[in-house]
């Protein structure tokens, strides 16, 4: 009787934790930037409120008048980061970063914009997922919920 080489069982073992790493990886990634933004519209309980109105756009940010709701301060400007969502003449809901004169957008299109890097996250994780994990319905469930969220975003902005 011949006895059976571990090597291969070992190799199996090592591919599926090191995807598993890559994939704990991507998804961890994808929600520390997700959070960034969207701490400030989720904990958005004590925050200045109001509606901004895109007076200008440079390359990396556009500029704005802020129209406070009843309980905020009044702001010359505040500031937004430049993106499909924001062009010069466009009103929208948006919350002050607190301690700046920069405004994250609120509301359905600003939760959903602030979650996009998740949801590329999902999308590559799905990749690792089937490729590397072998789990082909769970990485057709990521990347389904991946692309919707990217799908979402795209319709409500």
Do not use: Q, Y
């Not at 090191?18 to 969207?38: K, M």
């Not at 499909?84 to 002050?96: E, L, N, T, Y």
């Not at 957008?105 to 590329?120: E, K, N, Y």
Request: hydrophobic content about 45%; aromatic content about 6%; charged content about 15%.
């Amino acid at each position: 009787m011949k006895k059976r080489s571990s090597s291969p069982r070992l190799l199996a073992h090592g591919r599926a934790f090191l995807a598993g790493c890559i994939v704990l990886l991507l998804l961890v990634a994808g929600t520390w930037s997700s959070w960034n933004t969207a701490h400030h519209i989720v904990l958005a309980k004590g925050r200045e409120h109001g509606t901004m109105a895109v007076t200008g756009c440079g390359e990396d940010v556009c500029t704005g008048s802020f129209a406070p709701d009843a309980e905020s301060g009044d702001r010359a400007a505040v500031t937004v980061p430049r993106s499909v969502a924001a062009k010069k003449g466009d009103r929208f809901p948006v919350v002050v970063k607190p301690g700046t004169g920069d405004v994250v957008r609120t509301g359905t299109p600003g939760f959903l914009h602030a979650w996009v890097p998740l949801g590329g996250a999902l999308v590559l994780a799905a990749l690792v997922i089937g490729g590397g994990l072998r789990l082909t319905r769970t990485a057709w469930g990521t990347g389904i919920a991946g692309a919707a969220l990217l799908t979402a975003t795209f319709i409500a902005l």
